[in-house]
Every structure is written in C-alpha cells, then in structure tokens.
C-alpha cells in the first residue's frame, strides 16, 4: 500500500505526456466517476457493516466538525499572513488583470459549473448513504473482505486518474513560473494550516494524532483520504478521513460569503484541494476570474501533493 500510489500516479502521469484525443479524456473520466462511485458505496457499506462505527457515529460526526472547522481555520490564519507579508493578492489580481488572465483560460466555468451541479453534489451523499444502508440491514460482516477488494480496486483507478489528469492539466504548472514562484507560499500555508488546525484539534479532542492530523492533511480531497485512511487504519479511522473533508468542502461553501471579508485568498484557503474541480466555481465567484486562476492552480498542486504527503505522515506518525 505504501508504494501503490507513487507507482499509480507516475504511470497515471506517464501516459497523459503526449496530449491524449478527447474521446479517450472522456473515457477516462467515466472511469474515475465509476472508480468515484464504487469508492464511496464501499466506504458507505464498511460504515455500515461495522457495529463499533454505527454506534460512534454521532461522535465521530462531532470530532469531524471540529477537526474540519479547525483546519480550515489555521489555513485561513496562514493563507492571510501570507497575503500581508509575501504576496498581497490584490495586486496579483491586478496584475492578472492587466495581462488578460483568468481561470476561463484553462476551464471552461460554466460547463465545469453544469457537470459539478448535476454530478458531484448529489451524487456522492447518495452513494454513500446507499452504501451505509446496504452494509446495515443488507450485508454480513464476513463481506468486509469483498470491500477490501474494492477499495484497493477503486483506489488504483482514482491514483491513476489523479495521474492523468495531472498530466493534462500541466500547463497550470506553466502560470506557477509566469506568475512567479511566491504563489506556492499559499498552497504552503494551506498545507500546514491544515496539519496545525488537525494537530490542535486531536489534541483537544484527545484522539489519535495519526486521526486527526492524517484527516485535516487531507485538504478536501476525501475519496482519496477517506480511503488510504481505511486500507491504512481500518473503517473507523477511515470514516475520519472522509467525513472530514466532505464536510471542509461543505464549511467553505457555507462560509464563502464571510471568507471573502477577511481577505481574498481566504475562500482559496477554504477550498484547498478541492479548488482544483469541486471548489473552483463557487470559490471562483466570489474572488473573480482572475483570482479563481489562483485557486486553480493551489488546487492542482494540493491535488498533486496529498496522495505523497499521506504516506509520508503515516510513517512520521506512526501505525
């Protein structure tokens, strides 16, 4: 497991290095949604399945709010001291401006806007909510070895996918150099405002920091959290890492209208990894065009960065 997603991704990467034809994007991207689906009615059956997690799960529903709430915090904290002291956002945005740069360039927002709001939104809850019940009232607990299949199954295709769509977003990489390298200061402090918020909050909480710091490092990107946390740790664990980042997406959607008060790169802090598809449209609402660039490309690279980092902090925490 500790390899599976290195090699996953560099073969993901590998075969996205020529530009792929449309027809095989779309493909690929029916894969991923498959991947997507079967990913979360596995987790939704694990939950399910298990009589430990179904008892906790109002409390592990509570340590997820605060887990969730304390890392989008600290990474809006750092993400504004990062815009007053190394890269003040509004000039950027001006910059951008001036240069006739935005977000459009590289997606197209009213389509990503239509496939998000048909998709993701309602999709995901359902699954997961099927799943639970089908593990519940459907499904033995011997089973539980049939869902190992498919989580290690869905896992392979999601890395994979994460690796191809990387390599055909790389042109983001390109605005990294045009727009200086100062802009990975604020994928940096979301990083590690995530990590301070999930290393306070298990603290206060009293859980397992491998729990709480594993699930904040996650940055929105739940399938994949939700799952290395499962096939690491067990289904219990595993809930953590999913429930927080479904619901750090669900906080910043909420919160947008209050984020964008306290400065501009704070609905980017929100959204995290997430700005790289679900986060983009409502992020890029409320900060404009130009500043949804931005947001892109923090996503991109957070997107990038959490299959390794997960790992990593893994084995720094300990099994």
Known sequence: MTFMPFICLAIGV????????????????????AALIALMLTIGMNIGIND?????????????????????????LLVYL??????????????????????????DIQQ??????????WIMPVCIIAGVLAGFFLLEESFSAYLDYSLYGSLILLYTGVGISLGTNRKVFRYVKILGFKILYISLA????SLIGGLLSGMVLGLPL????????GMSYYSITGAYMTQTYGIEIGTYGFMVN???????VVFLPVLIKISKGSPIAGGA?????????????FIGPELGLVALITGVLLTFFVPFELPVLAAILGL
């Open 82 to 107: 990062v815009e007053k002291t190394l890269l003040p956002l509004s000039d950027l945005q001006n910059k951008l401006l001036e240069d006739k740069m935005s977000v459009s360039q590289e997606v």
């Open 246 to 252: 479904v619901m750090r997406e669900f906080f910043t």
């Open 14 to 33: 590998a075969l996205s290095i020529r530009p792929l034809p449309e027809h095989l994007l779309k493909a690929v991207d029916w894969i991923i949604n």
């Open 112 to 121: 990503e806007e239509e496939k998000k709001t048909s998709h993701l939104v």
């Open 210 to 217: 491998h729990v709480s710091v594993l699930s904040a490092g």
């Open 273 to 285: 990894a997430g700005n790289m598809d679900t986060m983009l449209v409502p992020v890029t609402k």
């Open 52 to 76: 430990s997690v179904m008892l906790n799960l109002p409390i592990i529903g509570l340590n997820c709010v605060v887990i969730s709430l304390s890392a989008i915090i600290f990474s809006v």
């Open 190 to 193: 979301i990083f590690l405002g």
